[in-house]
């Protein structure tokens, strides 16, 4: 992965270190994670609260070096904010101003702040299930991340919509994460790319990638796209 990695970067032009590698183990066993951790990736993500939570103390258990920074990337229902900023660093899947409410109080009780991004909803026809902000939304939930104390504005993230160019999709993105930057310059991440579409969201100017099935092998599809 990390040589697939480097020749999008060399294809792009782009130094290597640049980009992250979120290891996506939705679905995989801790054992299976915390292997991949001991191979030095150390963002690991996750789209479903419990199983994240659950499988976050394991790795911890079983593989305690190096320390592990969790990604929340899925579909998350208020009642769960408390669960994922508990072991969280990071919530990629930010899209309204009521999960933002919600966060901003779980995350009260820890040292640092939660560090979120917005997810965009880049399909021509939404799909609920995928979840993100209408573009048209973007500024004003910026704004409403903005006004809270316990949540620090990151970025912008996306999954490519279904039939839809991923590399136009992408190039979206990283116009709308401009616009977020007009509004705060520090959030400067842009998470996009899965196993399928990592070289085009490389190209693109990805500074995060989210990779599954290409590392751990094919899911079973009932943890797709699901909190
Ligand atoms: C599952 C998932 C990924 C990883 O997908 P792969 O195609 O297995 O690499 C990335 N991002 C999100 C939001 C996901 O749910």
């Known amino acids: 992965m990390r040589a697939r990695i480097a020749a999008a970067c060399a294809a792009a032009d782009r130094d290597p270190a640049e980009i992250t590698l979120i290891a996506v183990g939705k679905g995989m066993a801790a054992g299976r994670v915390a292997e991949i951790l001991a191979l ?64 901003d109080r779980a995350a009260a009780a820890r040292r640092r702040p939660l560090e979120v991004l917005l997810q965009l909803d880049l399909d021509p026809e939404p799909d609920p299930t995928r979840g993100g902000v209408d573009p048209q939304d973007l500024a004003s939930l910026a704004d409403a991340v903005l006004r809270v104390e316990h949540l620090a504005l ?67 599809l009932a943890s797709e796209h699901r909190s």
């Open 40 to 103: 030095g990736v150390t963002d690991l993500g996750e789209n479903k609260a419990q199983e994240a939570a659950t499988k976050a103390a394991d790795v911890a258990s079983l593989q305690p070096e190096p320390v592990a920074r969790w990604h929340f990337i899925g579909q998350l229902q208020r009642n769960k904010a408390r669960l994922v900023t508990e072991f969280a660093s990071m919530v990629h899947s930010v899209d309204r101003p009521t999960l933002v409410v919600a966060l």
């Open 154 to 220: 990151r970025g912008v993230m996306t999954v490519a919509p279904q039939g839809v160019d991923a590399r136009r999709a992408f190039d979206r993105l990283v116009g709308y994460s401009q616009v977020l930057q007009a509004i705060q310059p520090s959030a400067t991440v842009i998470s996009a790319g899965m196993s399928g579409d990592l070289e085009a969201a490389i190209s693109a100017g990805a500074t995060h990638v989210r990779v599954g099935t290409a590392l751990f092998g094919a899911r079973k």
